[in-house]
């Protein structure tokens, strides 16, 4: 697998617990997008091969919302690299803070799910952002900074398979979006983090929460923000057309 350009500029669409087979076909006989992004869709793992059959001719890149790191084994409920790779997904995302919430999803958990993946050849889209408390409390950075220092690698950075999703846990399906300010000000922080402790920061960031197509152009305008990832807004085909359009 070739790895990817460094800040490469991508879109991608989670579509979390929505979209069977019948309404995955539907979405893809309307989202037909002529886009200089990178598009990457996450469906929930039924749908998966579904969406790969409907974008085979397409540049669109398919991937699932989450998977274990070892290869095959004792673990009720989980999906395993082998068997995304034989169906043809490529991406993994992980760490969304919905699987941190309400599944005990840890660092030092989306670190080995990493590195498993990474081994197998996939490419990978780790989630990171503080809480409104958190937020609130003056903490943005230093949640950041232990997100990044537990749940990363040189390796898993330097491998040009890994992006960023920067998703304040407060913007996610809320309506309040962080300001371009403020993303920009995270992604910043983010940068910072990685060239102290692997330094590198040359790679993909993208900001998630909330993402519209009101307000996508202005947060794709940010320096440090390199796409989004789209979370509500994706589950519309027009909608999401015109995020990436
Ligand atoms: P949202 O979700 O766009 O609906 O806020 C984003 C995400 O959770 O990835």
């Not at 990817?4 to 500029?9: L, Y």
Request: net charge negative; hydrophobic share 35%.
């Amino acid at each position: 697998m070739t790895s990817r350009n460094s800040r490469e500029r991508i879109i991608a669409g989670n579509w979390k617990m929505n979209h069977g087979l019948k309404e995955t076909e539907e979405y893809f006989n309307k989202f037909k997008p002529d886009s200089s992004f990178t598009i990457v869709i996450f469906p929930p793992y039924i749908s998966l091969t579904k969406a790969i059959e409907c974008t085979k001719n397409t540049e669109i890149e398919i991937g699932a919302q989450n998977a274990h790191g070892s290869v095959k084994g004792a673990f009720t409920g989980e999906i395993s690299g082998p068997m995304l790779k034989e169906i043809g997904a490529n991406w993994v995302l992980l760490g969304h803070s919905e699987r941190r919430q309400h599944f005990g999803e840890k660092n030092a958990s989306v670190k080995a799910r990493a590195e498993g993946l990474l081994g197998q050849g996939f490419h990978l889209m780790i989630c990171i952002g503080e809480n409104k408390v958190e937020r609130e409390g003056g903490k943005t950075n230093a949640v950041l900074e232990k997100q990044i220092q537990e749940s990363l690698s040189a390796d898993l950075l330097n491998s040009g398979n890994v992006c960023l999703a920067y998703e304040p846990v407060w913007a996610i399906g809320t309506g309040l979006n962080a300001t371009p300010a403020q993303a920009e000000e995270a992604h910043q922080m983010i940068r910072a983090h990685l060239k102290k402790y692997f330094g590198n920061d040359q790679i993909s960031i993208l900001y998630g929460g909330s993402v519209t197509p009101e307000n996508s152009k202005e947060l794709l305008a940010c320096q440090n923000v390199d796409g989004l990832l789209v979370g509500g807004a994706s589950l519309d085909p027009l909608k999401f057309s015109e995020i990436v359009t």
